[in-house]
T-cell receptor, first 113, second 113 residues
Framework: DTEVTQTPKHLVMGMTNKKSLKCEQH?????MYWYKQKAKKPPELMFV???????INESVPSRFSPECPNSSLLNLHLHALQPEDSALYLC????????????FGPGTRLTVL | AQTVTQSQPEMSVQEAETVTLSCTYD???????LFWYKQPPSRQMILVIR??????QNATENRFSVNFQKAAKSFSLKISDSQLGDTAMYFC??????????FGAGTILRVKS
């Protein structure tokens, strides 16, 4: 089982709003990731959590704030976003016996007005 | 830095025929992992096939197989008996260490009936 779920599927927000994206997996995966993907482009890594600790931050602006409250849940808090932040946000996770392999969720389509 | 090159921006194939997508990569390491991901218009990034560099045998998954040429740093994907549901963007990806996937630019594959 390699199911990663993401909510919401779509999100529209204004530049002054605060919102959160949620990612869940119940497969015992201990590494979780956030990616940003623009149309017809490959995903760009934003953050990596390993055993609930932030291990990689790819110099992402502070208006994006990740959180890993437990081993099954990964959040991405959004505040004061810009229109250029509109994109597909993908979550992924890796099982402990295949840490080099990432399984992706369906993504959240974010539009910033 | 590691790079992944997909030289075919777009390809078309007739249903039931075979198509090969190209991928080359650059690394100085000996141990690494290679992947092909499929992203249909529904946008979910799906793992198609995975290859460990230390294994000489080419990976296969049903109609999908790879031609892994380590010395040439080439990792092509062959899709046999193409189906309409294979229409998608295909990304080649490379992982050396540290959970960081490096993606190619992608190849849009259209399967025609």
């Amino acid at each position: 089982d390699t199911e990663v779920t993401q909510t919401p599927k779509h999100l529209v927000m204004g530049m002054t709003n605060k919102k959160s994206l949620k990612c869940e997996q119940h497969m015992g995966h201990r590494a979780m990731y956030w990616y940003k993907q623009k149309a017809k482009k490959p995903p760009e890594l934003m953050f990596v959590y390993s055993y609930e600790k932030l291990s990689i931050n790819e110099s992402v602006p502070s208006r994006f704030s990740p959180e890993c409250p437990n081993s099954s849940l990964l959040n991405l808090h959004l505040h004061a976003l810009q229109p250029e932040d509109s994109a597909l946000y993908l979550c992924a996770s890796s099982p402990p016996d295949r840490e080099n392999t990432q399984y992706f969720g369906p993504g959240t389509r974010l539009t910033v007005l | 830095a590691q790079t992944v090159t997909q030289s075919q921006p777009e390809m078309s194939v007739q249903e039931a025929e075979t198509v090969t997508l190209s991928c080359t990569y650059d690394t100085s390491e000996n141990n690494y992992y290679l992947f092909w991901y499929k992203q249909p218009p529904s946008r979910q990034m799906i793992l198609v096939i995975r290859q460990e560099a230390y294994k000489q045998q080419n990976a296969t998954e049903n109609r999908f197989s790879v031609n892994f040429q380590k010395a040439a740093k080439s990792f092509s994907l062959k899709i046999s008996d193409s189906q309409l549901g294979d229409t998608a963007m295909y990304f080649c990806a490379f992982m050396e260490y540290g959970n960081k996937l490096v993606f190619g630019a992608g190849t849009i594959l259209r399967v025609k009936s």
